[in-house]
């Protein structure tokens, strides 16, 4: 595919209409960025650490914590660098390396959530045959078959985009290198990788949104034949963390790629909530919402504190 373009590298043009907000811009995404890794960071090793944990659900969370240091890493790090004011530029294959990684990773997330509304509803639909469905190889196949999927996802969607000749002009009206920023720039006909790009991207994401829907309308029925007020309480606490979750990841995703039209503007803002925010917000979520995860992480920090006291 190398041999097939002219072009050594792009230029990454940013956000739109951002000109002379680099340093706060800047300033801001690295503190967010900070916190998305550590946040993460800290639900994984309160996972690890504590064998109270050491369950079916926090088997699928401890991963989705790993994706959620991953998948900003793949397009922030780059983002920070031009904006602090070093170059712009971004080699052909790293940028055939972002739009890989890109949809590598959030794909496989966007499967693992799937996993994740199917867990929960093995939990609550089924409490009393849960560890025998749920049992530790169903656990790893689940794991392995969203690896699968998103690494077929992504080679498709790299090899249909790389394919074409680049031979100028070279820059990305974005913060970094996707399909609807890259295909424009193209100097043969991309209307077939575009198209592959918009019906397997959206596919995908409505047949992973339709199987959490259906997980979580059987869980709404479940809860509301719950006679107690207080296990509806505990049920709903459970499942509104990784319901929000969903909600921010599949948005987006949605959002970009059915326009008919691109908007550089919207897409940017709704790619930066994707992103790079919701990385972060899902850290808030499961540790601000979850007493076990807090739980664990008090203990970590107490024993810390009184090894180093």
Do not use: W
């Not at 560890?131 to 699968?148: A, D, R, W, Y």
Request: charged share 10%; hydrophobic share 45%.
């Amino acid at each position: 595919m190398r041999n097939h373009t002219l072009l050594d590298e792009f230029i990454l043009l940013g956000i739109p209409h951002t000109e002379g907000l680099e340093p706060v811009l800047c300033a801001t995404f690295s503190v967010i960025y900070l916190f998305t890794l550590l946040g993460n960071l800290l639900i994984f090793t309160a996972i690890t650490s504590s064998s109270t944990l050491h369950t079916p659900m926090y088997f699928f969370l401890g991963f989705l914590s790993i994706f959620d240091m991953l998948f900003p890493s793949v397009t922030c790090p780059k983002m920070l660098l031009y904006l602090s004011g070093q170059s712009r530029a971004i080699s052909y294959e790293g940028c055939a390396a972002q739009l890989f990684f890109y949809h590598f990773l959030g794909s496989t997330e966007g499967c693992l959530y799937s996993v994740m509304a199917y867990d929960r509803f093995v939990a609550i639909c089924h409490p009393l045959r849960y560890m025998v469905i749920m049992k530790p190889e169903v656990c790893v196949t689940l794991v392995t078959v969203s690896f699968m999927i998103g690494c077929l996802q992504a080679t498709t969607l790299t090899s249909f985009t790389f394919q074409l000749t680049y031979c100028g002009p070279r820059e990305v009206d974005h913060f970094f290198c996707d399909i609807p920023a890259v295909l424009p720039l193209a100097c043969n006909d991309s209307s077939l990788a575009q198209r592959v790009g918009s019906i397997n991207v959206g596919l995908l994401a409505l047949m992973l949104l339709f199987s959490v829907c259906v997980s979580y309308t059987h869980i709404g029925v479940a809860i509301l034949r719950i006679r107690s007020v207080e296990g509806r309480q505990k049920a709903f606490s459970t499942c509104s963390a990784h319901l929000t979750a969903i909600l921010c990841a599949y948005g987006p995703v949605i959002i970009i790629y059915l326009q008919h039209t691109p908007n550089p503007l919207l897409g940017a803002v709704v790619q930066i909530l994707n992103n790079i925010v919701s990385p972060m917000l899902n850290s808030l979520i499961y540790s601000l919402r979850n007493k076990e995860v807090k739980n664990s992480l008090k203990r970590i920090l107490q024993n810390k504190f009184f090894l180093f006291k």
